[in-house]
């Protein structure tokens, strides 16, 4: 595990392509919590050559070699055009089964790249988008897409803008017959982390909708959190 290790893009990046240049590593279990990737995502705009920690990890997810079936990824700034193609990836993707993204800045364009990706995704049992800045349309676009999925089991959307909208179209969604839930448990988590993580000032009481509880762990360090939400 590297999690709170202070793992930048650039070491993300080294890490993933020395596993790639290993045919023989079946590494199936990676956390990358915690850490500070995704701060570098503005240097894509000046120099296009260079590769963010999330953009390493899609490319790699994008492999046939691939033999990863949990990653998280919680607790950083993933965003922008390293959002999209993390969530581009899932759709290629055969091996990951479990996926942490809570608390990172996906967005209205990382959230819609995930639920695309999810429609042609077979092997993906639970995913975790909560505090993503996701909101009514991205919500409404996972939730129909996630009527087609033969696996997922479990999807967090808690703490994300997701408005009335996004949360009607939630609980209508599909993914609540495989979870093994009735629709009385798709209900909104107004204190779900509140012992030991905040929420996000923008976020309402109506706009929090949860599929399924968890549990983040103690707050990280301040300056992490500042940038993931921006």
Known sequence: T????DVSDEECAMFVRQIQSNPKTE???LDLSRNIIGLSENRNLVNPDFQTGGEALADWLCTPTCKLKYLDVSWNAIRGDSARALGNALGMNQSLQKLMLSYNGLGEAGGEA???GLLTNNSLRKIDLSNNEIGEKEAQVIAGLLKKSKTLKKVDLGFN???ARGGH???ASHIIGHTGYGSSQVRSHID???RQTRSPPHVG?????????SDHGPIRRPVVGETAAT
């Open 2 to 5: 590297l999690q709170s290790a």
């Open 27 to 29: 590494l199936a279990y």
């Open 114 to 116: 995930v639920g695309v």
């Open 161 to 163: 803008p997701i408005g």
């Open 169 to 171: 179209a939630q609980r």
């Open 192 to 194: 779900a982390h509140s």
């Open 205 to 213: 009481r109506s706009a929090v909708i949860n599929v399924t509880s």
